[in-house]
């Protein structure tokens, strides 16, 4: 009766340890998972141990157990099937099948990349969203003591908007207790062009955070939910209505037992309710901004870049193999989030040959041919522009300038601070503008191309116009510095312009008086091109706005 209580005492202890392990560790029950196969290989040598216990076995009788070496002869053909299922789902035995996991399709710059009103350029970049969500925070009196910003920041469209947001999380575990009742009431959610930051609170607290413990840890949550499910890198989003959502992708293994990882499934997970929807990747819906991570899609084009001509070519005489530049960013295209990042050769010299765009729910991957400089070749062109102000470049944004590809980067002081702005053209890269604000450093930028001979002044094909009438209305305005005049006149609801540095005698004319004006019509107002008439001065005006002789 004793020996079968201590039977039962170790096999009860056996299973509470298991059980702890699993808890604790969250394994997939799945031959791809690599923990999977660590479980199993510590359950083996448990059953070994045990099993030594048992028969309480001395030094020769080890050598000649026939159920030790039954358990040791598992224990050896677990370890070789890992063994050789890691080698045989490398790239070095299927370079060809990881280099065809990305399709690449060829973009055209200009067609799939539109201009941005400065009110859609994110001006922000990671860095910059923390500083300014912990400032938020802190401003929040009723909940910085028991609350702080999670790390996350996603940047996501919302609203076609811009914007990175990001959980709260309990300060301390001491926090969670006494909060955890009611969860986390709020999400922070930054405008990366606005720089507007705001606590969103929430009517029901978020119940299923990374900070919680125990069952409602989103991680357990999802385990205990989906026991075979290997999940990618999760994320934090809002559907368009505001309402906190995980996003949590679900790999799947493409080549072999553990190699050719891209998203087969996505599962969304309610962060206040729990409740999960579980999806297929390409019937994930619309508003999800982020099912493959960044860090995959790059590796994923690396493969493609790298082992077009196998794998011993990527290693030695590198052929044809071209890699992702350090770093990426993230643009926002039809409701969807791109990362972008350079294209180099892998021999590491400082020029790019293109870029690529690649869409993080779809997979959709674009290459444009767009030879220039590197994303950091122009971040040390934009800091030199402002050496004696020792500000940081910011990684850049690749937008569409007047139909040119144009890094956009954030200039940084010592304390995180976003300063200044500059463009610098990709493929002319000595080409750099900065500004105070964005619409300053475009107008220098536009200017630097034309003097560059990268654009053209258009032809001006408007056709020269004549009226003579007395003026019915005048006033005066500057713009950038210069002196101008606006009249009307009689019989016409048009606005015409008379910049005084060319028409200084506009200032002798008051209403009233008639006037002969030659002009093209325009936008908002008429050019002016010669003025005649009767002033103050009783004067004849030439053509020229000189006075005739």
Known sequence: MKKIKTKLLIVVL?????????????????IHATEFWVFLIILII?????????????????????????????????????LAGTLLSSPVVNAKKYQQLMTVENGEFTTDIEELSFDQIPLLDRDSATLLGNRKMGSM?????????DGLYSQINYNDRPVRVSPLRYASLIKWFTNQSEGIPAYIMIDMATQDTELVKLDNGMKYTASDHFNRNIYRHLRFRYPTYIFNDLSFEVDEEGVPYWICPVRKYNIGLFGGVTI?????????TGETQDYAVEDAPQWIDRAYSADLLVQLYDYYGTLKHGFLNSVLGQKDCL???????????????WVYTGVTSVSGDQSNVGFVLMNQRTMETRFYEVEGATEASAMSSAEGQVQNLHYTATFPLLLNISGEPTYFIALKDDAGLVKMYAMV???KYQIVATGDTVSKCEE?????????GIKETAEDTREIRTVTAPITKIAQGVIEGNSHYYIMLDGSDEIFDIPVVDFIDIIRFDVGDEVTIEYKEGNQSNTVLSLNGVGKSENGIGDDGMEEQ
């Open 444 to 452: 220098v930028y536009t200017d630097l191309m034309y003097e560059n």
């Open 425 to 427: 053209n990709v493929q």
């Open 14 to 30: 056996v299973i509470l340890v298991l059980g702890i392990y699993y808890y604790t560790a969250l394994p997939a029950i799945n």
């Open 264 to 272: 087969g499934r996505v599962v969304l997970c309610n962060a206040i």
């Open 46 to 82: 448990l059953a070994g141990l045990l099993f030594v216990r048992k028969k309480n076995l001395d030094r020769d009788e080890l050598k000649e157990s026939k159920g030790l070496k039954l358990i040791l002869g598992l224990l050896a053909a677990v370890v070789i099937v890992y």
């Open 323 to 337: 890699e992702t530049t350090e770093g990426y960013n993230y643009l926002a295209i039809d409701d969807d989030v």
């Open 141 to 149: 009196v009723e909940m910085v003591s028991q609350f702080e910003v």
